[in-house]
């Protein structure tokens, strides 16, 4: 839990509108006080009626009757325009400034999320992430549009006219104060059990949004296993917790409003008889207690819109802090300070003594030692958990190490520039991700100013460009979010394509050929003999056919390099390598392999 307190962190990130809230704020407060003017023109106006000649505006020169009115009139136009005038402003700048923030919030909490490292998305929930990103910064621009002004401007009644009350009459002043304590008190009450509240409304709204993106993303899964009513029901389940907490929430703030009405009923009937009293008396003025009698509605009836504002203050301070509390998640992995210049990288990889677990299993790297020289083609393989992957993502930096250092020509990757490590490398992951959009803006990702013509020979390198060239709109055909109006094949080789158009110095095939036929694996590894000359290239497949020209063939289990060298020679080796080679071509333990 956050020791600072919400509205302390949010005002600390508005620092930098900082003039931009003041003047909005001077705008509010003016515009309340021209607003409570209008019950002093009618204490005026009535004391003008009352006492004529020997009026209050009398003794500024005003002597006629018609003349304090016409005076009256004039102060009424100049008061009214005032009013317009400054709530025309207040609501230009807190508006102005609630959507700026809410931009630049956005951008600061996403720009902060892609800082992070991956076992942070491992462990959270794309839902409670874009509840965050989007209804929470949403409800904190509510509340600057609308709630900031409400309680400026709650605060300046209370002083402004608790100010004249005390002055003119002490007594009916006194008698109005006697609910505000008992006001102030329930409010603050009402807030403290309202806090938790909110938060666990935040907290199933994250719920929700974690299952509708789940569901989205799995909808085949459904489908294919009819699993439609069962998801229906979870929904079901998590939409009802969410509107118990939404009724618990509502059933505390709802009953404020009544309890605060009666505070207020009471104190206006005091003052209505103790008021009438001192006037009937001659003890106060009509006009007085004509001006008495309305601005105490002013004083005490905005009151009962306290707990609606504390409602709306209470979900933003919730909100708020969710999202400064992702703003405050630290970055475990900060990229080094040594540029990496692309056209200077030769594409030597070690891994020296490195040593890795994920988070609360057990180490699948233990003091691991790999030298990849510099435009070598390696084949990494093994069984499924052997650790082939995690040596992409430690090189990509993806993870950071607990022990042991990689190092990319000699530089510990750790003292690289982030972006720049990770522009010299170009991965074929075996999940392919394509972006909704034209094919041509998937196969240009991360090389956005390529032409045409590179975007067409990337794709012919990566035998994509027949099926291309079929598609409707050839290039231009939208592929569908994440890809879907592909085969896995077609995506596989747009995800191919895109690395050939990076060219980048090092090349990662993470089983890049994994969901293509055999023919289609042919043509792309007659590409890969061209692509991977002169640069260093790191082959991670299940098919060890895709491996089996590579300049080395590196072989893991369980975290450790069991055996190492060219295929012909692990063959022969007759060890793990010939083992899982005779599995993929479907022999029997006894029966001999053919080298």
């Known amino acids: 839990m956050p020791t600072v307190a919400p509205l302390h962190r949010l005002l600390l990130s508005l620092g930098p509108h900082r003039r ?9 407060v003016l515009n309340k006080l021209f607003d409570l003017a209008p019950p002093v023109l009618i204490g005026l106006a009535v004391d003008v009626v009352v006492r004529q000649d020997n009026a209050w505006l009398a003794a500024f020169g005003v002597a006629t009757v018609p003349g304090q009115l016409a005076v009256l009139a004039v102060l009424s136009f100049v008061i009214w325009s005032a009013e317009s005038l400054f709530e025309y402003l207040y609501g230009l700048l807190w508006r102005n400034l ?18 992070l490292e991956m076992a942070f998305f491992e462990t959270g929930s794309s839902g409670r992430l874009l509840t965050i990103l989007n209804d929470d910064i949403n409800q904190l621009e509510r509340f600057l549009d609308h709630g900031a002004n409400e309680i400026l401007q709650l605060i300046t009644t209370v002083l402004a006219v608790g100010g004249a009350m005390l002055y003119l009459s002490p007594t009916v002043a006194g ?25 666990q409304v935040r907290e199933k709204a994250g719920d929700l949004a974690s299952r509708l993106a789940n569901n989205l993303g799995g909808m085949l899964t459904i489908k294919s296993y009819t699993a439609e009513g069962w998801e229906l029901e979870r929904l079901r389940s998590d939409s009802e917790d969410y509107r118990a907490a939404n009724r618990r929430a509502i059933r505390l703030s709802a009953a404020f409003i009544p309890l605060i009405r009666f505070a207020i009923l009471f104190a206006f009937l005091a ?23 309305f601005i105490t509605q002013r004083l005490l009836w905005p009151l009962t819109t306290l707990g609606r504002t504390l409602d709306d203050y209470q979900r933003a301070m919730a909100s708020t802090n969710r999202v400064l509390d992702l703003l405050d998640t630290p970055v475990a992995l900060a990229g080094g300070s040594t540029p990496l210049p692309l056209g200077m990288v030769e594409g030597e ?12 299993r057990d180490p699948l790297l233990e003091n691991f030692d790999l030298t ?9 393989v093994g069984s499924t958990g052997s650790g082939k992957s995690t040596l992409v993502k430690l090189l990509l930096r993806l993870y950071g190490l607990q022990g042991g250092r990689i190092l990319l020509d000699g530089i510990p990757i750790d003292q690289l520039r982030l972006d720049d490590l990770r522009k010299a490398i170009g991965l074929v992951s075996q999940e392919v991700f394509l972006f909704h959009g034209s094919v041509a803006d998937n196969i240009a990702y991360g090389s956005f100013g390529a032409t045409r013509q590179a975007i067409a020979r990337a794709a012919a390198l990566a035998e994509a460009a027949g099926f291309i060239e079929d598609l409707p709109q050839g290039y231009d ?14 995506r596989q080789r747009i995800a191919l394509a895109r690395a050939i158009l990076k060219d980048p110095p090092v090349l990662i095939l993470d089983e890049a050929t994994a969901a293509v036929d055999n023919e289609t694996e042919a043509a792309i590894q007659r590409s890969l003999d061209r692509l991977t000359a002169d640069r260093t290239t790191l082959v991670i497949a299940h098919r060890l056919s895709t491996v089996r020209h590579a300049d080395r063939i590196v072989v893991l289990e369980q975290g450790r390099l069991v055996e190492s060298g060219r ?3 692990l063959m022969a080796r007759g060890g793990a390598y010939a083992n899982l080679w005779r599995v993929q071509v479907g022999l029997r333990p006894d029966e001999a392999l053919s080298l």
């Open 20 to 28: 931009q809230l003041q003047l909005a704020s001077l705008c509010s």
């Open 349 to 360: 990889i070690r891994f020296e003594a490195v040593s890795f677990a994920y988070g609360g």
């Open 372 to 380: 990849i020289p510099a435009g070598s083609t390696i084949g990494i």
């Open 98 to 115: 609630a959507q700026t923030v809410q931009h630049e919030l956005r951008l600061e909490a996403y720009g902060h999320l892609q800082q």
């Open 271 to 293: 003052i209505l008889l103790i008021g009438g009293l001192q006037a009937w008396r001659g003890a106060i003025a009509v006009g007085t207690y004509s001006f008495l009698v």
């Open 175 to 199: 008698v109005s104060f006697l609910p505000i304590p008992l006001i102030l008190w329930g409010s603050l009450r009402f807030q403290k059990r309202l806090a938790p509240r909110y938060s």
């Open 567 to 569: 295929h012909d020679a």
């Open 477 to 490: 055909t939208l592929v569908g979010e994440r890809g879907q109006r592909l085969s896995g094949g077609q």
